[in-house]
Nanobody
Framework: QVQLVESGGGLVQPGGSLRLSCAVS????????MGWYRQAPGKERELVAT???????NYVDSVKGRFTISRDYAKNMLYLDMKDLKPEDTAVYYC?????????????????WGQGTQVTVSS
């Protein structure tokens, strides 16, 4: 069983900052690429940022220069540092990880999602 749990969301004023965290736990063989996604009310879930094991980062244009994705490999943690937040950043933020587990000596890899954390940017 693999679990991803996000934390760090909240209410922040425009121009403010937040750090989101995602903790990965369970019977993990390896964690591969990870990413952050968000879903605003009435909109589809969109990619925010991804990070591969090789260190390649990818950001949606609207957050480039403001958001930074990082990872603590030893602690199985993923982070999203957000600065200069704007009202249009308001959304539920989800963590996604490509995680490999072993079952009967077979390695299986699939995507796992967290439950989401609400970020609200408002004055």
């Amino acid at each position: 069983q693999v679990q991803l749990v996000e934390s760090g969301g909240g209410l922040v004023q425009p121009g403010g900052s937040l750090r989101l965290s995602c903790a990965v736990s369970g019977n993990i063989f390896s964690i591969n690429a990870m990413g952050w996604y968000r879903q605003a009310p009435g909109k589809e879930r969109e990619l925010v940022a991804t990070l591969t094991n090789g260190g390649s980062r990818n950001y949606v244009d609207s957050v480039k220069g403001r958001f930074t994705i990082s990872r603590d490999y030893a602690k199985n943690m993923l982070y999203l540092d957000m600065k200069d937040l704007k009202p249009e950043d308001t959304a539920v933020y989800y963590c996604k990880g490509s995680v490999s587990v072993t079952s009967s000596s077979v390695v299986r890899t699939r995507d796992y999602w967290g439950q989401g954390t609400q970020v609200t940017v408002s004055s």
